[in-house]
């Protein structure tokens, strides 16, 4: 049981040890330290995601709350960005293939009309069109 304790003792001093070393200054706003892990690389993002975790430990319930909302809101907004994007990205892209597919037909319909012989040509005539009167 003492050796538990000796252990867990150990570790706990040397988490807030190395916890030190990587907490962010306090000069650095929870909002610019969000800024920084949303423009990261990816694998720097796990490091500073680990230090603003850091950070929030040492926060009091109030203070805690609030940089939590604040990431929440922050993500909430990077992600209603992202989907708008992805949204008009399709809208142009469906656009863009529905202007292709008319140019298509017209061109189909122009190759149909130019094959056609001459006394198969549509009239403008309807009586002619429903067998002639």
Known sequence: MKKTLLTLALLGGLTLSFAEDVVVDDTTTIDEQITEIQT??????????????????????????E??????????????????????????????MLKIQNMNQNRIGNQYRQQMPDNMTPTSNPTNMMGGR
């Open 40 to 65: 990261a690389p990816e694998q720097e993002r796990v490091r500073l995601m680990n230090q603003f975790k850091l950070r929030i430990a040492n926060m009091n319930q109030e203070q805690r709350e």
């Open 67 to 96: 940089a939590l909302s604040q990431l929440q809101q922050r993500m909430r907004t990077n992600s209603e960005e992202q989907t708008d994007a992805q949204q008009e990205m399709q809208m142009q892209q469906a656009q863009e």
